[in-house]
């Protein structure tokens, strides 16, 4: 591929990327309820109607107003008939779990628009105080590959890889940004310096899903359906782990001599050197995993924070929840099909919601504010780094890398 190319081929990935996200959050947006919705549940049965709730719509009794063209089946009360003949609110109270009777769920406006700001609050500072565990687990990996650093600068570039992966997303991804800088600033080591981010985020990503799994597991059939899959992925990287750290079996199966034969094949060695450094080095790999997983309850705890804001109550959704909830849509939002994650994250947050039977709308709005709250507080203190002097042309080189 020619020089002109390349930059071009980058530009239609970019938008590519871009296409697939609008796609997915058109999709998400079309199956939205715009207006607020009345159920009816009788036994196995449920039926729904649309209109207004008058009131606040956490509480357990409101006023509902039909849409004067909603019409209602005969198993709707007389009451409920009466009201939408005479265009007049009807006064319902909230049922019990697993008990007959009236429950609602407001359109994704009022989601947004009821939201409790101190729930918001103490959310971001959740979110915020985890990216400091992120960057010391990375900072501790970065002295391992013996790329030695300051905290401080750890979390400098941690931050600067949020600020392209939330503000600025497009090709150039956050993780490919903090590891270019982190190999100029290791000139003798550059390939441990970017193996060290590959590490980072893949035992973040294990830790997620071995929390999910741990609290699926203790729930039952609740989360049944991601049982398998979750299970299915970590056995994957458990065994590819395993073999990859055979040697005996990789000269076996010949892959040490591809990797020789394969163009490259200095820069592909050095970078599989590094990658086997964290193997004699158990008990800080096995930090690593203590600070993923605190870092990983903690976010958990800001998104459970979110729903309390946007008015799941305690009844609907308990923390407990929330720890399988979080960790499955930041995996599959970490595919990098969409920037990040927009539209996929809606997706699964609606899919999963639905799932433990909660509105999907207020599924879609935990999903906009989390991404919304990393974005104004993760990307807005990355944009303050990337003002000082000198940051802009290591930036730069990074495109040139």
């Not at 600067?160 to 992966?165: S, T």
């Not at 390939?191 to 071995?210: F, K, N, T």
Request: with cysteine; net charge neutral.
């Amino acid at each position: 591929m020619s020089e002109p190319e390349a930059p071009q081929r980058k530009r239609l990935l970019g938008l590519l990327r871009v296409g697939v996200a609008l796609a997915i959050l058109a999709w998400v947006a079309f199956s939205l309820p715009w207006d607020d919705r009345l159920t009816l549940d009788v036994g196995e049965e449920g039926t729904s109607a649309l209109g207004r709730i008058e009131g606040d719509w956490k509480s357990d009794e409101v006023a509902f107003s039909f849409l004067p063209d909603e019409t209602l089946s005969a198993d709707w009360p007389e009451e409920a008939r009466g009201a939408l003949e005479r265009r007049s609110a009807l006064s319902v109270e909230r049922r019990s779990a697993g008990a007959d009777g009236y429950d609602w769920q407001p359109s994704i406006t009022r989601a947004f628009r009821d939201m409790d700001r101190r729930g918001l609050g103490i959310a971001m500072a959740l979110f915020v105080g985890a990216t400091f565990l992120c960057s010391t687990r990375w900072w501790r990996l970065l002295h391992l590959a013996r790329c030695p650093t300051t905290w401080f600068n750890a979390l400098r570039l941690t931050y600067i890889g949020f600020c392209f992966n939330l503000v600025m997303p497009g090709m150039t991804g956050g993780d490919l940004v903090k590891g270019v800088i982190a190999a100029k600033e290791n000139p003798r080591r550059r390939a441990d310096a970017v193996v060290s981010v590959v590490i980072d985020r893949v035992i973040g990503l294990v830790a997620l899903a071995m929390l999910a799994v741990f609290v699926i597991l203790l729930s039952g059939d609740t989360f049944q359906a991601l049982r398998t899959p979750l299970l299915g992925l970590l056995a994957f990287v458990g065994v590819g782990a395993a073999l990859y750290a055979n040697k005996p079996l990789r000269r076996k199966l010949g892959l040490s001599a591809l990797v020789d034969r394969l163009p490259l094949q200095e820069k592909l060695r050095s970078l599989d050197d590094a990658a086997l450094t964290y193997l004699k080095h158990p008990w800080e790999v096995a930090l690593a995993f203590v600070l993923s997983f605190v870092n990983h309850l903690i976010v958990c705890w800001g998104v459970f924070h979110l729903a309390r804001a946007i008015g799941i109550g305690p009844s609907q959704a308990g923390l407990r929840e929330f720890l399988v909830l979080a960790p499955v849509a930041n995996i599959v939002s970490s595919i990098p099909l969409a920037p990040g994650g927009w539209g996929l994250g809606e997706f699964v947050y609606r899919e999963l919601f639905e799932m433990i039977g909660l509105s999907g709308a207020l599924g879609v709005a935990v999903s906009v504010t989390f991404r919304l709250c990393n974005l104004l507080g993760l990307g807005f203190l990355g944009s303050l780094f990337l003002l000082v002097p000198g940051v802009r042309a290591e930036v730069t080189s990074t495109r040139e890398a």
